[in-house]
C-alpha cells in the first residue's frame, strides 16, 4: 500500500524588505513620541512658564519701546536743539567762544546744556551725539582730558565723524605730550576716514609729523607718499616733497 506523503504548502505570500523598515522607522518615532509625550508631562509646568516668561518679556520690551524709549528719544532730540546753537555760535565766534562753549555744555535760559542730556537722556542718540559735542568743546577749552573722556564714549557708523573723533582724541593727547597716544589714535581716525578727499589728507599730514617726531621715519615717509600719490589737489600735497624728503 502507497504510503501518501502530504506535501507542505509553500508559503506564497513575498517578503518585503522595504516594508519591514518602514515598520521599523514608524516604530522608532511611535517610541520617540512616546518619550517626548513622558518629558512634556513631566517638565510641563516647567515649560509653560517659560513660554509664558518669554511673552512677558516681549509685552515688557514692546511696551518700554512705545511707552518708555520713543517719547524720552523725542524729548532728546528736542532738548539738544539750544545746545547745538551755542556750540554752532561757538564755532563761529572766537572773541566769545569759550564762553559759548560753556553754555553749550552747561545749558543756560532752563535748556539743557550736552552734558545734561547725557545724564538725562542715557541711551538715545542725542546723548549718544552729545558726547560727541561734549568732547570737541572741551578741546577748544584746552581740558583736554575731558575732551578724551567724552569723545572716546561717543559711538557712531558714520566713518566721517567716528574719524574726527579718533582724530581729535589724538590732537589731545599730542597737546599732553603723549605723542604715541596721539599717533594710534590718528591711525584709528584713517581707518575710518576711507577716501575722504577733505579728511584723510589732514590725518595722514598729522600722522607723517608726529611719527617723523617719535623718530618713525618710514612709516612718515609712507604717510606723505600716500598724500602725494592719492591726494596730489589737495593742500597738504602742496609742499609734501618737503616733508618727505625730511623722511628720509
Known amino acids: 500500500m502507497a504510503t501518501y506523503k ?4 509553500k508559503n506564497t505570500s513575498s517578503y518585503d524588505p ?9 516604530e522608532t518615532l511611535d517610541d520617540r513620541a512616546s518619550k517626548t509625550e513622558v518629558f512634556v508631562n513631566r517638565y510641563q509646568k ?18 518700554y519701546e512705545k511707552f518708555i524709549l520713543q517719547p ?14 551755542y556750540f554752532n555760535e561757538a564755532l563761529n565766534n ?7 562753549f560753556n553754555l553749550s555744555l552747561n ?16 541711551g538715545t542718540p542725542a546723548a549718544n551725539l552729545s558726547f ?10 584746552e581740558k583736554f582730558d575731558l575732551a578724551i573722556k567724552y569723545l572716546n564714549s561717543f559711538k557712531s557708523n558714520d566713518d566721517i565723524l567716528s574719524a ?8 589731545s593727547f599730542i597737546q599732553l605730550n603723549q605723542l604715541e597716544d596721539g599717533l594710534i589714535y590718528f591711525e584709528k581716525a584713517l581707518s575710518n576716514a576711507n577716501d575722504n578727499s577733505f579728511i584723510k589728507p589732514i590725518i595722514l599730514l598729522k600722522s607723517g609729523n608726529i611719527a617723523l617726531a617719535l623718530n618713525k621715519k618710514s612709516k612718515a615717509r609712507n604717510y606723505f607718499q600716500q598724500i602725494k600719490d592719492d591726494f596730489p589737489e589737495s593742500q597738504q600735497a602742496s609742499t609734501i616733497e618737503i616733508n618727505i624728503a625730511q623722511a628720509q
Do not use: P
Open 132 to 141: 560727541y559735542y561734549s568732547g570737541i568743546s572741551y578741546y577748544n577749552l
Open 6 to 9: 502530504k506535501r507542505s504548502r
Open 46 to 63: 516647567y515649560l509653560t512658564g517659560f513660554v509664558s516668561l518669554l511673552l512677558i518679556m516681549f509685552v515688557l520690551y514692546f511696551a
Open 164 to 171: 574726527l573723533a579718533m582724530s581729535t582724541i589724538g590732537d
Open 94 to 100: 572766537d572773541e566769545q567762544s569759550d564762553s559759548l
Open 107 to 122: 545749558g543756560a535760559e532752563g535748556k539743557f546744556g550736552f552734558l545734561d542730556i547725557i545724564e538725562n537722556y542715557s
Open 72 to 85: 524720552k528719544i523725542s524729548e532728546a532730540d528736542q532738548e539738544i536743539f539750544t545746545a547745538q546753537k
Open 18 to 26: 522595504n516594508l519591514s523598515s518602514t515598520k521599523q522607522v514608524f
